[in-house]
C-alpha cells in the first residue's frame, strides 16, 4: 500500500496547483493523508479526485474545511494505527504537541504538520513524519511530501524536489 502525505499546502495563497511531482505521486497512491493548513475546501475536493483523502484541518483553515474535517484522526491501515494531527498550538514545540494528542492512544506512526520542517524520526517505537510543504518550504531548502509504504511494517520517506 503506497500513501501520500502533505501538509501545509495553504492553497491558493502559496500555490494555484499542486506541484506536477505530487500529481504524479498521488495518480499512483491507495490513500491520501493531509496534515492540515489545507486553507480552503477546493483543496480537498481537487485530491478525491485522486483517490481516497483522509486528514484534519489547521490553523489557518476556512470554516468549510474544520467543519468538514477533525482535529485529529486514527485510521487503522493493515493493522498499523496512524494518528494524524496539525499539531498548531501554544506549549510546547509542534513535534511534542503532535506526540502529546496521542499520549493516551498507542499508535504506531503520528503524522503531524504546522512547522513546514520535514521531521522523520522514532521516538519510543513510535514513528513521528512532518511530510514539509509541498507548497510553501519557508526556510527549509526544497519543497517536500512524504510517501508511507506499508508492508509488513511502515516505511515512510520524503520526497524533496526543485520548486517550478
Same mark, same amino acid.
Given at each position: 500500500m503506497k500513501i501520500v502525505v502533505i501538509s501545509d499546502t495553504h492553497m491558493p495563497k502559496k500555490a494555484?496547483?499542486?506541484?506536477?511531482?505530487?500529481? &504524479?505521486?498521488?495518480?499512483?497512491?491507495?490513500?491520501?493523508?493531509?496534515?492540515?493548513?489545507?486553507? &480552503? +475546501?477546493? +483543496?480537498?475536493?481537487?485530491?478525491?479526485?485522486?483517490?481516497?483523502?483522509?486528514?484534519?484541518f489547521g490553523n489557518v483553515d476556512s470554516d468549510e474545511?474544520?467543519?468538514?474535517?477533525?482535529?485529529?484522526?486514527?485510521?487503522?491501515?493493515?493493522?498499523?494505527?496512524?494518528?494524524?494531527?496539525?499539531?498548531?498550538?501554544?506549549?510546547w514545540t509542534t513535534e511534542r504537541?503532535?506526540?502529546?494528542?496521542?499520549?493516551? &492512544?498507542?499508535?504506531d506512526c503520528i503524522i503531524f504538520g504546522h512547522s513546514h520542517i520535514p521531521v522523520l524520526k522514532v521516538v519510543n517505537g513510535v514513528l513521528l513524519f512532518n511530510p514539509g510543504s509541498c507548497t510553501d518550504k519557508r526556510r527549509q531548502p526544497k519543497p517536500s511530501f512524504g510517501i508511507i509504504s506499508v508492508n509488513n511494517g511502515l516505511h515512510a520517506e520524503h520526497v524533496f524536489f526543485e520548486k517550478e
Open positions: 494555484k496547483a499542486l506541484p506536477h511531482q505530487v500529481v &504524479t505521486e498521488l495518480q499512483k497512491s491507495d490513500l491520501i493523508i493531509h496534515a492540515g493548513d489545507w486553507q &480552503t +475546501v477546493e +483543496v480537498y475536493h481537487k485530491l478525491l479526485q485522486y483517490g481516497e483523502v483522509k486528514g484534519v474545511v474544520s467543519s468538514l474535517l477533525p482535529e485529529k484522526l486514527i485510521i487503522e491501515v493493515e493493522g498499523f494505527k496512524i494518528g494524524v494531527v496539525h499539531g498548531h498550538g501554544k506549549r504537541r503532535a506526540v502529546e494528542a496521542f499520549s493516551e &492512544t498507542p499508535v
